[in-house]
């Protein structure tokens, strides 16, 4: 059962903030999430609820002037919050990785792939050239790059898209990583090569032994994707639980609203409850993301909720464990 293992990653009560032309912006409020060991982890939320923020205070990335002002980040006994930043770069790129949604910002145009590939193995391995070089062929094939002794050679605008990213992915997993962090890393593609990359990703994760979080608006995806999925609203996670008990037993109101975003799947008979009976096929949650600078009393949700009470706008509810496996943070959900 996931919930008995100990977490590979622990992050408790995070908060973040980005002093920002006067105001604070704060994209991490009180954030509580642990990732397991060998899981595929999906994080969902609305544009501007904090999800990049969160990968980037995981290794430490944050925009200058932005910084973690309470909370840890527990990975490997150690809390990475208070590693210095020689420390941190023992960890970064090496224990944990990214993928980025663009693979052009992590690749360098004027280094050839196999350089850059080859440069991520020695970082976790000393080998000598001609090992790392074997190595960087097995990884490309590895994540299906046809021809790959000579995509050594080639450098990263001679390459399609999808198989930058897929260079990005080997570069990311060359230092064998246990856990990946992937920011949307394909909805720069185009559908199909989206669905061949999501496959792969899968299949690299059980094959690595990596724990993956991945972060995407489709929960659709996710819930193909996933072991679990965390719900995030304004920098807090309000629900984690099995895709199965996200997508089929939603308890907090945000994730019952995100559910009825997602239009049915081609083919699907939209049903009286879809979005697309209701007559707005890409039916958004109503009200608006306030400000990320605003400070909201009680439930960061409670304005926009449609079945919130007074006490609402003033307690702030911790994540409660309704099953061994599903966590909520809601007065009303039981
Ligand atoms: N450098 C910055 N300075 C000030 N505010 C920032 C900065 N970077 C991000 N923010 C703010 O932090 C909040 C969280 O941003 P973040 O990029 O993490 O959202 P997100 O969930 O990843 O959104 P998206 O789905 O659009 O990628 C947003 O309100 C954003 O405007
Ligand atoms: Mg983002």
Redesign the pocket.
């Known amino acids: 059962m996931i919930s008995h293992q100990p977490g590979l990653l622990e992050i408790r009560g995070l908060h973040t903030e980005?002093p920002?032309r006067g105001r604070i912006?704060r994209?991490a409020r009180g954030l509580d999430l642990t990732l397991y060991r060998n899981e595929c982890l999906g994080v969902a939320?609305?544009?501007?609820?904090?999800?990049?923020?969160?990968l980037?205070s995981i290794i430490r990335l944050l925009?200058?002037?932005?910084a973690i002002t309470a909370g840890s980040i527990i990975f490997e006994e150690k809390d990475l919050v208070g590693l210095s930043a020689s420390e941190m770069r023992a960890v970064r790129g090496r224990r944990i990785a990214m993928a980025f949604q663009e693979p052009m910002t992590a690749l360098n145009p004027v280094l050839s792939i196999g350089s850059q590939v080859m440069e991520s193995i020695r970082l976790h391995r000393r080998l000598t050239r001609h090992h790392a070089k074997r190595r960087a062929v097995e990884l490309l094939a590895d994540l299906r790059i046809p021809d790959p002794e000579r995509r050594l050679d080639q450098y990263p605008h001679e390459l399609s898209g999808g198989m930058r990213q897929r260079v990005m992915l080997a570069t990311s997993i060359a230092s064998k990583p246990s856990i990946i962090l992937a920011?949307?890393p394909t909805s720069s593609l185009d559908v199909t090569v989206q669905a061949q990359i999501i496959r792969l990703l899968s299949a690299l994760q059980k094959q690595y032994q990596i724990s993956l979080v991945f972060?995407s608006?489709d929960l659709a995806l996710l819930s193909q994707l996933c072991h679990r999925i965390a719900i995030?609203y304004l920098?807090r996670i309000v629900e984690v639980g099995t895709a199965e008990e996200i997508v089929t037993h939603p308890r907090h109101p945000y994730t019952r609203a995100l559910l009825e975003c997602i239009p049915p799947l081609p083919g699907e008979r939209p049903t009286r409850d879809t979005a697309e009976a209701k007559g707005k096929l890409f039916r958004e949650v109503a009200g608006e993301?306030p400000?990320?600078a605003d400070a909201i009393p009680g439930c960061q949700f409670h304005p926009r909720c449609p079945i919130a009470i007074d006490r609402c706008g003033i307690d702030n509810p911790s994540l409660h464990r309704p099953t061994q496996t599903h966590q909520v943070a809601c007065l009303l959900a039981s």
């Open positions: 980005i920002a912006v994209p939320g609305e544009s501007g609820c904090g999800k990049t923020m969160l980037l925009p200058r002037r932005a920011d949307e972060v608006h995030m920098g993301l400000g990320p």
